[in-house]
């Protein structure tokens, strides 16, 4: 097997505010240019299959002809459109989790391989909270909004450190950021893979 077949193309999460009634034009902006960096960068998005930030970064990703998937708090195609009101826009496929909010934000981030967040409220902090008790790589978007004062206190405050937290206020230097923590990941992955599969091959 070749080296290069291990490595899947990272599959990036950008979270954020569902509303963005309450937020500047710089928010919208920066994370519509995320959702392209991220395929600019070769990755996959990844969202929450919802309206506001997560939508626009999906518009962005499908704007450079990337891959957008997302993930639905509805079990059914129709629930998700007609009881939770989530758009179907910019997404090459929709995964019906049947979990509500709380377990699909679990599911959503455990399917990644790094999450963004951008500007939000609870909801995004609480994704936020997830990855970082699963040592997932994040990357903190900064800027004119106070999300990334709130995780720069939470991680202050943390009871134990996470060193794959980055931050930045440009989306294509976070990006980079980012996927040097997401290869380093995957090295460490492929490594152990080797020992254990490459090292002592099956008999066919």
Known sequence: MDDKEIYLKPKLCVSGAADTTYLTPDAVVKTEELG????????ILVTGA???????????A????????????????DEHVNGYKLPTDYMDLIIYTGFGYPGRDLILTK???AVFISAGRVGTIHEFTIAFEDGKPLGILEGDWATDEIIQTIIEKAHRPNDK?????????LVEKVLELVKKDKEETYQNYKKIVLEHPKVS
């Open 36 to 43: 392209k960096e991220i395929v600019r960068q070769g990755g």
């Open 111 to 113: 399917s990644v391989d």
């Open 165 to 173: 937290i980055v931050f930045d206020s440009d989306p294509k230097k």
């Open 50 to 60: 919802t309206t506001g930030l997560p939508l626009w970064a999906a518009k962005g």
């Open 62 to 77: 499908k704007g450079e002809n990337g891959m957008s998937i997302g993930f639905s708090p509805a079990g059914t195609e």
